[in-house]
């Protein structure tokens, strides 16, 4: 679990993959406590992922497509596949770019970062550390259910209006409606529980 | 004059003209502190103004603003909610504190108008590496730019991607905050470092006025104690760094020293008053160290409009030498002991006066050579040294006879013994030995020592910070990847175009110099506003980009977006200078910015992070309008430089008091006189050497002193009044006075103080030592002794 606060404070989208990962259990009265409480079950789940970037001026939006495979142990691989390939890492480095010299280590993402930290407050039960800053709303129950949350500072005011979270056994979508009209859609159809990483990923991750 | 100081009514009239006089100074002094005490806290205030001119000299200014206003804290704590939680409890204090103008812990940024000024001038912030990219590889440039457009990891961009398809903004967003290591806290805008498992939180202040308040440093010190406490009581750490923690620092070690040094040494002169002389009343011979003081103090505050801390201390030790005064004719009691005779006061003044006014003039010579030396503060002692030994001189001559008249002394016999020993132990020696043998051993000595010595110019000496202080800077210059150089350049130029483009100049030298690691980082003008010669190209890049932009197409975007953005980044007029420092992006910029004056303008380039000084000045040669400006190695060349001008005044007073000493002695007498002293400064030299201590500046105006006080010691023994061995003893009793007092600036924690003291301290032991060979020959003294008053 100390690994992934870490981890996970490095990316919003790569903590959202979290709760998808940890969303698992079925209960009937369902609340954050419980949401939490099912959080740190698993060890390894495979999927594809689709994004959206849905631009005020585009009527169609920008579409990218790829897999990502989430372990408790190692960390994120996200693999984008279309239209162009590029592979993350994401660990307690880091973020990584694969590129032709091997993994090149990313600067400190400022703002990337701190999104995926407000997260990090779900994950570990910190309902009062997240209330403050945003307002909470859980609705529907464990099969189908939706997080809700809006900022409450200034700041993150000016940056997004709300964001939405939906899964059912697991994480299926993430939404991010920002100020100026634009939103980002982030689909995980079909994500899967597995058992033990291939050799190529666990290469990937490395040493 | 002596004659007259026999007539009742002049022992009258001498008096009521001092105590008129004193009531007149203490009336100007209670003026002056009407509104507090006029004391001036910052050591830097005391050293030299720079060489360069009115641009210069405001450019400094400018960069030493910050120094002396801000307040930069950094709170530590494992649990990052606990250091946000802090540094809020922290912020909100102190905002409500009078003491500050400004606190910010968090960010609040109105991210409209950011973004405004991103848009508008996003061709202007572009940073040069975007810009060469976008003219020599425009694929390459564009392929980044469509690769962003789908990275879930891009990070959050201020301009939304619809009004900077092409990304210029996203680049220029990059280049806006070099400090990677601090970033903002989202939810509670916290501005946050994180290092080795623990999350630092910032916090910046200004304060109310500036650190020349005298009351400032020290609140501002006890507020950041108190702080600290919270902060630990939380199990959090706290740094804090400022040029206002210096001046505290240096406030309350200056007080500490002033009442621990002058009131020992207030307190050893008066045990050694009581026990030399065993009567209560020779006390009030302690009233002309007083009068030196307020005398001192007036004087500094009406020539100066203020008197500075350093200075006092050491005027402190003006102490031992306004003390020297009335010894010269007490001391002379021992005579009474011998001769069974009396000792009255007016009659052994009148005997003693011409050798007391001969050592205030020449006391007064060696005082005032030190304020022909460019340092402010050696010009303030020379001023507060001048007016007190006057003031000292006046109340021994006028007030202390009358208020000493028909005291009975008992000196204590044994005192006399010791010097009758003293004598006889040297005679001793001489007969064995003779005069020239035993200066040869001597001469041989101080040359052995002269060689071992070494000298030692920095300005850390003259601060003498604390290292909990210092540490604290460094480890926040660390976290925060701010490193802040007391070097930087300045520029000038006919306009605001050629100022640009000369900074830009300079700035492809200076990432050459980040490139090769001397230097972290830099700010000039030219990062907010590029100057329109660089524009040029990147415009004709730009009209050129068509060609280039299909993996943008095929990302889906249409093309007549990216002809209306692009026709717009053509179109558009770039912002001003003033514009863009008006605006919120230009805040970290303002201080930069000179203006303009009848010469034209000008701007400062600061610099981050410097690891080498020298290879700056190669750097501005090449340009046109470009200065390195280096107050800090100015001002220890400036040291370098003084002590030979030092030495020449040394020679220069030593020859003044040749002259006045001639009157008196004849040349022959006061070219002994002289010399004594000046042996004695060598012999002192030479122990530093052997000491393994550093020649410094002020331990080479500490033996300038040596050669004026060693002269008062000399013409005491050369007068021989009553005999050579009460003349010893007076000398002796003269010299521990002072000694007392200069010896314990040796204990001072300021390393410049203490240096003086150091040189002072060996000076006037062997200017004792060598004192009785001022006495001249055997049938002299026997007329001398005929002239005894008693």
Same mark, same amino acid.
Request: aromatic residues 6%; neutral net charge; proline residues 5%.
């Given at each position: 679990?100390?690994?992934?606060?870490?981890?996970?404070?490095?990316?919003?989208?790569?903590?959202?993959?979290?709760?998808?990962?940890?969303?698992?259990?079925?209960?009937?009265?369902?609340?954050?406590?419980?949401?939490?409480?099912?959080?740190?079950?698993?060890?390894?789940?495979?999927?594809?992922?689709?994004?959206?970037?849905?631009?005020?001026?585009?009527?169609?939006?920008?579409?990218?497509?790829?897999?990502?495979?989430?372990?408790?142990?190692?960390?994120?691989?996200?693999?984008?596949?279309?239209?162009?390939?590029?592979?993350?890492?994401?660990?307690?480095?880091?973020?990584?770019?694969?590129?032709?010299?091997?993994?090149?280590?990313?600067?400190?993402?400022?703002?990337?970062?701190?999104?995926?930290?407000?997260?990090?407050?779900?994950?570990?039960?910190?309902?009062?550390?997240?209330?403050?800053?945003?307002?909470?709303?859980?609705?529907?129950?464990?099969?189908?259910?939706?997080?809700?949350?809006?900022?409450?500072?200034?700041?993150?005011?000016?940056?997004?209006?709300?964001?939405?979270?939906?899964?059912?056994?697991?994480?299926?979508?993430?939404?991010?409606?920002?100020?100026?009209?634009?939103?980002?859609?982030?689909?995980?159809?079909?994500?899967?529980?597995?058992?033990?990483?291939?050799?190529?990923?666990?290469?990937?991750?490395?040493? | $004059?002596?004659?007259?100081?026999?007539?009742?009514? $002049?022992?009258?009239?001498?008096?009521?003209?001092?105590?008129?006089?004193?009531?007149?100074?203490?009336?100007?002094?209670?003026?002056?502190?009407?509104?507090?005490?006029?004391? *001036?806290?910052? $050591?830097?205030?005391?050293?030299?103004?720079?060489?360069?001119?009115?641009?210069?000299?405001?450019?400094?200014?400018? $960069?030493?603003?910050?120094?002396?206003?801000?307040?930069?804290?950094?709170?530590?704590?494992?649990?990052?909610?606990?250091?946000?939680?802090? =540094?809020?409890?922290?912020?909100?204090?102190?905002?409500?504190?009078?003491?500050?103008?400004?606190?910010?812990?968090? !960010?609040?940024?109105?991210?409209?108008?950011?973004?405004?000024?991103?848009?508008?001038?996003?061709?202007?912030?572009?940073?040069?590496?975007?810009?060469?990219?976008?003219?020599?590889?425009?694929?390459?440039?564009?392929?980044?730019?469509?690769?962003?457009?789908?990275?879930?990891?891009?990070?959050?961009?201020?301009?939304?991607?619809?009004?900077?398809?092409?990304?210029?903004?996203?680049? /220029?967003?990059?280049?806006?905050?070099?400090?990677?290591?601090?970033?903002?806290?989202?939810?509670?805008?916290?501005?946050?470092?994180?290092?080795?498992?623990?999350?630092?939180?910032?916090?910046?202040?200004?304060?109310?006025?500036?650190?020349?308040?005298?009351? &400032?440093?020290?609140?501002?010190?006890?507020?950041?104690?108190?702080?600290?406490?919270? =902060?630990?009581?939380?199990?959090? *750490?706290?740094?804090?760094?400022?040029?206002?923690?210096?001046?505290?620092?240096?406030?309350?070690?200056?007080?500490?020293?002033?009442?621990?040094?002058?009131?020992?040494?207030?307190?050893?002169?008066?045990?050694?008053?009581?026990?030399?002389?065993?009567?209560?009343?020779?006390?009030?011979? %302690?009233?002309?160290?007083?009068?030196?003081?307020?005398?001192?103090?007036?004087?500094?505050?009406?020539?100066?409009?203020?008197?500075?801390?350093?200075?006092?201390?050491?005027? /402190?030790?003006?102490?031992?030498?306004?003390?020297?005064?009335?010894?010269?004719?007490?001391?002379?009691?021992?005579?009474?002991?011998?001769?069974?005779?009396?000792?009255?006061?007016?009659?052994?003044?009148?005997?003693?006066?011409?050798?007391?006014?001969?050592?205030?003039?020449?006391?007064?010579?060696?005082?005032?050579?030190?304020?022909?030396?460019?340092?402010?503060?050696?010009?303030?002692?020379?001023?507060?040294? &001048?007016?007190?030994?006057?003031?000292?001189?006046?109340?021994?001559?006028?007030?202390?006879?009358?208020?000493?008249?028909?005291?009975? %002394?008992?000196?204590?016999?044994?005192?006399?013994?010791?010097?009758?020993?003293?004598?006889?132990?040297?005679?001793?020696?001489?007969?064995?030995?003779?005069?020239?043998?035993?200066?040869?051993?001597?001469?041989?000595?101080?040359?052995?020592?002269?060689?071992?010595?070494?000298?030692?110019?920095?300005?850390?000496?003259?601060?003498?910070?604390?290292?909990?202080?210092?540490?604290?800077?460094?480890?926040?210059?660390?976290?925060?990847?701010?490193?802040?150089?007391?070097?930087?350049?300045?520029?000038?130029?006919?306009?605001?175009?050629?100022?640009?483009?000369?900074?830009?100049?300079?700035?492809?030298?200076?990432?050459?110099?980040?490139?090769?690691?001397?230097?972290?980082?830099?700010?000039?003008?030219?990062?907010?506003?590029?100057?329109?010669?660089?524009?040029?190209?990147?415009?004709?890049?730009? *009209?050129?980009?068509?060609?280039?932009?299909?993996?943008?197409?095929?990302?889906?975007?249409?093309?007549?977006?990216?002809?209306?953005?692009?026709?717009?980044?053509?179109?558009?007029?770039?912002?001003?200078?003033?514009?863009?420092?008006?605006?919120? !992006?230009?805040?970290?910029?303002?201080?930069?910015?000179?203006?303009?004056?009848?010469?034209?303008?000008?701007?400062?380039?600061?610099?981050?992070?410097?690891?080498?000084?020298?290879?700056?000045?190669?750097?501005?040669?090449?340009?046109?309008?470009?200065?390195?400006?280096?107050?800090?190695?100015?001002?220890?060349?400036?040291?370098?430089?003084?002590?030979?001008?030092?030495?020449?005044?040394?020679?220069?007073?030593?020859?003044?008091?040749?002259?006045?000493?001639?009157?008196?002695?004849?040349?022959?007498?006061?070219?002994?006189?002289?010399?004594?002293? !000046?042996?004695?400064?060598?012999?002192?030299?030479?122990?530093?050497?052997?000491?393994?201590?550093?020649?410094?500046?002020?331990?080479?105006?500490?033996?300038?002193?040596?050669?004026?006080?060693?002269?008062?010691?000399?013409?005491?023994?050369?007068?021989?009044?009553?005999?050579?061995?009460?003349?010893?003893?007076?000398?002796?009793?003269?010299?521990?006075?002072?000694?007392?007092?200069?010896?314990?600036? !040796?204990?001072?924690?300021?390393?410049?103080?203490?240096?003086?003291?150091?040189?002072?301290?060996?000076?006037?032991?062997?200017?004792?030592?060598?004192?009785?060979?001022?006495?001249?020959?055997?049938?002299?003294?026997?007329?001398?002794?005929?002239?005894?008053?008693?």
């Amino acid at each position: 679990m100390s690994r992934w606060t870490r981890t996970a404070r490095r990316a919003l989208w790569a903590s959202a993959a979290t709760l998808a990962l940890f969303g698992a259990s079925l209960a009937q009265a369902f609340d954050l406590t419980q949401l939490s409480a099912q959080l740190a079950k698993p060890a390894l789940v495979r999927g594809p992922f689709i994004q959206e970037k849905h631009l005020r001026s585009l009527p169609q939006p920008l579409t990218s497509r790829g897999q990502f495979v989430l372990s408790r142990e190692h960390g994120l691989l996200w693999q984008l596949r279309s239209p162009l390939q590029q592979d993350y890492r994401i660990d307690d480095r880091g973020i990584a770019r694969r590129t032709a010299q091997g993994w090149q280590q990313q600067p400190g993402q400022d703002v990337a970062a701190q999104q995926s930290r407000l997260f990090l407050a779900v994950l570990k039960g910190d309902h009062a550390g997240l209330a403050e800053d945003f307002e909470l709303q859980l609705s529907g129950d464990a099969e189908a259910w939706q997080l809700d949350l809006t900022p409450r500072s200034r700041l993150l005011q000016q940056i997004f209006n709300v964001i939405h979270i939906q899964g059912g056994a697991l994480v299926e979508r993430i939404e991010l409606a920002e100020t100026q009209g634009d939103s980002t859609l982030l689909r995980l159809p079909q994500s899967q529980p597995g058992t033990a990483l291939s050799e190529a990923e666990r290469h990937a991750f490395g040493p | $004059m002596p004659l007259a100081l026999e007539r009742p009514a $002049m022992q009258r009239l001498l008096p009521r003209l001092f105590l008129a006089l004193l009531l007149a100074l203490l009336a100007l002094s209670a003026w002056q502190w009407r509104a507090g005490p006029p004391l *001036q806290a910052s $050591m830097l205030a005391l050293l030299p103004q720079g060489a360069g001119d009115e641009l210069v000299q405001q450019a400094e200014q400018r $960069m030493q603003e910050p120094l002396n206003r801000e307040l930069l804290i950094l709170v530590g704590h494992a649990e990052r909610e606990q250091a946000i939680a802090l =540094v809020q409890r922290l912020g909100q204090q102190w905002a409500e504190s009078a003491r500050f103008e400004q606190v910010q812990w968090n !960010l609040q940024a109105d991210l409209a108008a950011l973004r405004q000024q991103l848009r508008a001038s996003r061709l202007a912030l572009m940073p040069r590496a975007d810009r060469q990219l976008l003219i020599e590889q425009p694929d390459s440039f564009i392929q980044q730019r469509a690769a962003q457009l789908f990275d879930t990891f891009a990070g959050f961009s201020l301009l939304p991607i619809e009004q900077d398809w092409l990304g210029l903004g996203a680049r /220029a967003q990059q280049a806006l905050n070099p400090h990677q290591r601090v970033q903002t806290d989202l939810a509670s805008g916290a501005l946050l470092v994180e290092d080795q498992g623990l999350t630092w939180a910032l916090l910046r202040a200004r304060i109310q006025g500036d650190s020349f308040d005298l009351q &400032a440093p020290p609140a501002i010190a006890a507020q950041v104690a108190s702080a600290r406490t919270l =902060v630990t009581a939380e199990g959090g *750490q706290l740094l804090a760094a400022s040029g206002l923690l210096y001046a505290a620092a240096g406030q309350a070690k200056a007080s500490r020293e002033i009442s621990w040094i002058g009131g020992t040494a207030i307190l050893g002169i008066l045990l050694l008053l009581l026990l030399s002389y065993r009567r209560l009343r020779v006390l009030v011979s %302690l009233l002309p160290i007083g009068v030196a003081l307020l005398a001192g103090c007036a004087a500094c505050v009406l020539v100066f409009g203020q008197i500075n801390a350093l200075t006092l201390v050491l005027g /402190a030790s003006l102490i031992g030498v306004a003390a020297d005064y009335p010894q010269h004719y007490l001391s002379k009691s021992w005579g009474g002991v011998r001769d069974q005779g009396n000792w009255h006061s007016w009659p052994v003044l009148a005997a003693t006066l011409p050798g007391l006014s001969l050592s205030l003039g020449t006391n007064l010579i060696g005082y005032l050579a030190l304020g022909f030396t460019p340092f402010p503060v050696l010009t303030q002692i020379a001023v507060f040294s &001048a007016a007190g030994l006057i003031a000292a001189y006046l109340c021994a001559v006028c007030l202390l006879p009358a208020w000493l008249d028909g005291l009975q %002394l008992q000196p204590a016999p044994g005192l006399l013994r010791l010097s009758e020993k003293l004598l006889a132990a040297r005679a001793r020696l001489l007969a064995r030995t003779g005069n020239w043998k035993l200066l040869a051993v001597l001469l041989l000595f101080c040359a052995a020592g002269l060689l071992q010595l070494q000298t030692q110019n920095d300005l850390r000496q003259w601060l003498g910070a604390e290292p909990q202080l210092l540490d604290d800077a460094q480890r926040i210059a660390e976290l925060t990847g701010q490193q802040p150089t007391s070097q930087f350049f300045l520029v000038r130029a006919a306009d605001e175009q050629q100022l640009l483009q000369r900074q830009a100049a300079l700035s492809v030298q200076l990432d050459g110099a980040v490139a090769d690691g001397t230097l972290l980082g830099y700010r000039a003008l030219s990062q907010l506003v590029a100057p329109a010669s660089q524009l040029q190209p990147l415009r004709e890049a730009l *009209q050129d980009l068509p060609q280039h932009w299909q993996p943008l197409l095929a990302a889906g975007i249409p093309e007549a977006a990216l002809n209306t953005e692009l026709a717009q980044l053509l179109n558009s007029d770039q912002p001003r200078l003033e514009q863009a420092l008006a605006g919120p !992006l230009g805040e970290a910029w303002r201080p930069l910015w000179l203006g303009h004056s009848a010469a034209g303008v000008a701007g400062i380039v600061s610099l981050q992070g410097l690891n080498d000084t020298a290879a700056l000045h190669g750097i501005a040669s090449g340009l046109d309008g470009v200065q390195l400006v280096d107050r800090l190695g100015e001002l220890n060349s400036l040291f370098s430089a003084t002590q030979l001008s030092a030495a020449q005044l040394k020679l220069l007073s030593c020859a003044a008091i040749v002259l006045l000493l001639c009157l008196p002695f004849g040349f022959g007498g006061a070219l002994r006189i002289v010399c004594l002293p !000046l042996l004695a400064a060598l012999t002192a030299l030479a122990c530093l050497g052997w000491l393994g201590q550093p020649l410094t500046l002020f331990s080479l105006f500490g033996l300038l002193l040596i050669s004026a006080i060693g002269v008062d010691y000399a013409i005491l023994m050369r007068e021989n009044i009553g005999g050579q061995a009460v003349s010893l003893l007076g000398t002796l009793l003269a010299g521990l006075t002072s000694w007392l007092s200069f010896g314990l600036l !040796l204990l001072s924690q300021t390393p410049a103080i203490a240096n003086f003291g150091l040189a002072i301290s060996l000076g006037l032991f062997f200017c004792f030592l060598l004192s009785p060979w001022a006495t001249p020959t055997r049938n002299t003294t026997a007329a001398n002794e005929a002239r005894s008053p008693l």
